[in-house]
């Protein structure tokens, strides 16, 4: 059980650009880093808007002078410091990451950085390459997967406790776009022009979450082939998609399906995972992330809570509340900007054989997700059409 | 509110085919036909063993005279009398269903029929041609779709409640058939042997349920391609499939995915059902078929329960219990089994107006749903490829 | 499994006084009775309207002959006959039960009534002393009770699987009278009217479901004492209730809680029923009866269904539709129908043995709800004060 | 919505005396404090056990010297310096409270109490007149009441979407204590000593959160008269109690029901709340806290979400992860210890006016809960009795 004690040696100077006061994810980022004595908030370029994101910043505890107006700034003011940041979380528009993240391995600061990663895998290569050879992580803020009840579905699937893996029913989805642009706010409309979100509009944004999640509770199960059909229902969106379904077939013999969309009109259930084997299925939503439903084929359906101790090891090893308390999304980001800074922190140890087994979100998991966007496009690009994944 | 009292001319003159001791479904015929003052069960050949079927219909309160070891027996038996049955139903393994069906149309006897109807459509066209020639009513034991908020979903959808229809998210599974087929039940291995199943398992057996419940809440819309990838996780059943997922485009544009399996380890969740359109949605399982979940983009989500006056009237009218007080499944084929029983006796009345907008699963539905079947089959055997629907 | 097949000697033939057309409650005897070869609807006396309940016993299929305009005339009716009923249902008002049982059972004629059975426990017991004399039996229609999982949460205490009982909390509470009664149904007036409706309104009317539901859990235990707090929160009804807590201390030290109310605005979840042990507990409501929560301290919460091999088998045995498809409440009034009626076959054998360890709800539950009324009525006269129950 | 900007002058420097590293609540007070910019943890009397109170407190981020053995050590040490504490937390058992709170507001300290706050009213009294002497804050930790949705219900009620207020059901229960405490850790020892609990177990421990949580929301109803009937089923606890049902008349008429239990074996739906008015309702579980149930009677049930735009601006003001993304425990204690750091800055300041809107649980509220236990007690020991609330 966590408790808010320092795992790692020293706090970790950590800055941030993007995430200001406009911005929907930046709470999400601080509210996960700044509960464990593991990250102190020392620096931020957080808004375009200069003046702004100095006041923000100051009201965040930032001394003034460490509130810059750009990311070239921040890194400049920084690098000139004997304290300066170890590392930066990037909290921008997808089109930008890329360039923020090498400026800041350039710089020699650690990186932590929102979902889809990056364009292209030519880019995610690149950006590993780089942060090899500078010795520094990339983590990436899969939010959702810091939960104890996701490492409980890993832990079970691990254990064999269902049985072969047959299925993968799996959406990610919600109604907040079913109406038209028009009046849309920034967030939204960023995300539906090709030109700042990239290739995919949904996928990337939400679905590379589901992707993640499944990777993690799925680790031995490689896709080997992937159909999808993708569509945006409001045109405006095209020929990015509001809507998808992605089909795959496993190495195993597996076969998964998910769904994401924005266009659910009124749907409140968002996350839904089924993993179904031969002898049992386990189902979570993030809806109500501390209960799971185990169900062996002829006995009563189990429902698990958070924090009891029936659960397996590495459940409660990462659970922050105990039973009966709900824990919450911050408290799962709590989780994933905990195994950053572990990460960060043997990093700077030269800790390889710690880092060989950690787990945390870091440039595979970014990259993978990129790779997989990479596919359903080709998919849909060939009308919905089977793809080799590669 | 349906309160038992008779509403056709004479109670019908009622024979089974099957539907004996050991089998699953014959008191679920049973139990919708005899509680409206509609049906009387006067004849049956109810069971392959002619003795226990005797037995069995003696108990049933059938004449022992009435009681006969094969169909062909009752045919000429009832034939025989001035008082010979009206109506016979059929709930026998698939492979009957077309001979039996056609005997019986042959003697002047109107048939209710399991699903998966036939074959073939050639053989459902054909048997719709001597239908109409004998005019005699052939009903479809589509035994769900009789509950009251099936009905609401489709009041709610033809009064525009929802909006444009964008997505159709469907599922029918459970994990009954999780394990290998050895010591399976006959019910089971029928089923999975293409010689008395046809061609295909979950897809007729449950699947056909779904397609059509998706036909009364959708009448307007059509499948213009489709996608069905199947397999049978116990390789026994093979060519038939234990899983399949068809993905549907609608000539609306809307989407639909569907989702069929009896190897979902565990689930007790069985059929669920959400209609997606561009304002709302609403969804129904079986599970809990009292209920509706309408979900406006927006407002609070609403859950609607059966026999509540802010019901549509085609719902409030099929109510037989009242609100708080549970439906089951008993009667909903009690609807169904009194909409077919309406339709005989308008046939017999020769009333081809109310036939003209009366409503009940009849040859039409049962040729839709094994069309379904050979489009699935098509897309399956040409390596789950996009079809068109013909 | 109950697949319809007639377990006792010969079909009973039965007759209704009251249920007609406009009443609420009648479809719900007859959707009982009538499904499995047990009874046969042959005389009524429907309605106080005689004309209306002589067109709606022939809708019904009663020969017009049979169709009587009072119950004094239905007695009168079928006394001339050689085939006259065998038992007649009331389902009137409650001021009329005693009148109505007394004149049956006098004219030898077994009776099923409605609850609250009468308006004291002295009336009860005349008659209870009048049917032994007679050799008839009473049944009482606590429709709820034939449930499968009702049966399956006493199997359960019995088998010791919660351990010694100390907690039981029980309510049926709606919100259908929330506003006045000025335009209320006469379904409602008679109900709220002391000199119709006995000494309670929720109490008798809802609230002895609930007691005999207990009684049936937990057949060992005898309250001692008990406290009723009662209030009318719609004053036109008082001195009756709409709204009644009690609280109980049964004889081995368990408390119990139960609550009534037909004010709980919005409110659909009616009964709800939880039975805690030392060791787990159950827990049980009607608005979706086909799942049971069964709680071990300490593990996973487990959710058992209708049907499945893994319940006792009490359950299994009254089981109709099996697993995955939803019974409801007329399933359960089938139930309580066809064990009434074995036990009118058994009197009729004069199998006492049979009888003795025959579980159907006869005399003495009904005169137990009575006897908890007047306690409960003694109680909230006294200021709701603890009185020791007698 | 809350984004983690200072919302007060000066970050507060704050301390702990208890919630060391094997105490249950701790956390739970520190993931509460740390992540607005609101506070910082600079001293601490963490532990009985000195060394590991002090290794435990530098894990967390305090300088080894601001580490202490004793709460009267933290108090002299911090007096001494220019940076003393502003505000100390008690973690600590109940028999300690008085004692600590007393000496901290003595030294000028402002202090946030667990709850139940002390033995008596008298002792509340007490240090209210202290603390307002001093111009101290005494926030009391009801740490479930700073979610939106409680919120939520109280702006409800207030704006009247209710009606008149008729009866209120509550409970907490669980089922942790269900076996003997033979076995049982510390904190579950001292709380069933009346020496170190007070005179009461699951009343205090979990009940005056109830009662808090219901004068939030029915800020304009008082308790008129009181009925508690309170056991220990687990012997060795009495004359405390692991299970009571209280019942309440309000004075406007309404009732109450409120249950406790720590012997609800396997139940984990632990809080439950239901506001019941003459036109609808409103139920919230903390088990599921993002959702509320608002049931209008005759309408849809209406289930409502966090962060959505259709609720009052109260719920809405105080959301941390906006709608989709699950509020924990945490964040509720985020809001309480939010909501005291405001009082202790205007406090600070002088602006009494700011105070007297200012919403948070301070010592009234504290007191509240005491006096509510001792009319508990009061009727329990007088056999379960009506007693008037005084």
Chains 1, 2, 3, 4 share one sequence.
């Not at 980001?333 to 054989?353: P, S």
């Not at 440039?363 to 998919?379: F, P, Q």
């Amino acid at each position: 059980m966590i408790n808010g004690e320092r795992t790692i040696s020293q706090p970790l100077r950590w800055g941030m650009v993007g995430g200001g006061r406009t911005g929907q994810v930046g709470y999400k980022h601080r509210t996960g880093a700044l509960r464990d004595s593991t990250y102190r908030l020392v620096a931020g370029a957080f808004d375009l808007n200069a003046a702004r994101g100095r006041d923000f910043g100051i009201n965040l505890g930032v001394s003034e002078d460490r509130c810059y107006a750009t990311y070239q700034e921040l890194i400049c003011g920084e690098r000139s410091r004997e304290d300066g940041v170890d590392v930066v979380s990037v909290a921008t528009p997808n089109f930008t990451h890329y360039e923020i993240t090498k400026a800041l391995l350039e710089a020699n600061i650690h990186v932590i950085c929102e979902k889809p990663l990056f364009f292209s895998t030519a880019e995610c290569e690149e950006i590993a390459a780089l942060a090899e050879r500078k010795e520094l992580i990339v983590g990436v803020t899969y939010g959702f997967t810091g939960h104890p009840m996701v490492r409980q579905m890993a832990a079970m699937v691990a254990r064999g406790m269902l049985g072969e893996i047959r299925l993968v029913d799996m959406q990610y989805t919600h109604g907040f776009n079913a109406g038209d642009d028009a009046d849309a706010p920034d967030a939204v409309k960023w995300r539906t022009n090709p030109k700042t979100a990239g290739a995919t509009f949904v996928l990337g944004d939400i679905g590379t979450h589901v992707y993640y999640l499944s990777e993690i509770v799925l680790p031995h199960l490689k896709v080997e082939k992937l159909l999808c059909d993708r569509k945006a229902f409001i045109p405006s969106r095209a020929p990015l998609e509001d809507h998808a379904t992605v089909l795959m077939h496993y190495d195993n013999g597996a076969r998964g399906r998910l769904w994401v969309s924005s266009v659910n009109a009124g749907n409140m259930g968002s996350q839904r995972y089924r993993f179904i084997g031969s002898k049992a299925s386990v189902e979570w939503s993030d809806s109500h992330p501390d209960q799971l439903i185990y169900e062996v084929q002829g006995e009563p359906v189990r429902i698990m809570h958070h924090g009891m101790l029936y659960l397996e090891e590495e459940s409660l090893a990462i659970d922050r509340m105990g039973a009966l308390h709900t824990e919450g999304l911050g408290d799962s980001w709590a989780n994933i900007y905990l195994w950053i800074a572990q990460a960060i922190d043997a990093k700077a140890r030269g800790d390889e054989a710690f880092l060989k087994t950690h787990h945390y979100p870091g440039i595979k998991a970014g990259t993978d997700g990129v790779r997989w966007l990479e596919n359903c496009v080709r998919s849909a690009d060939a009308g919905a059409a089977w793809v080799d994944f590669k």
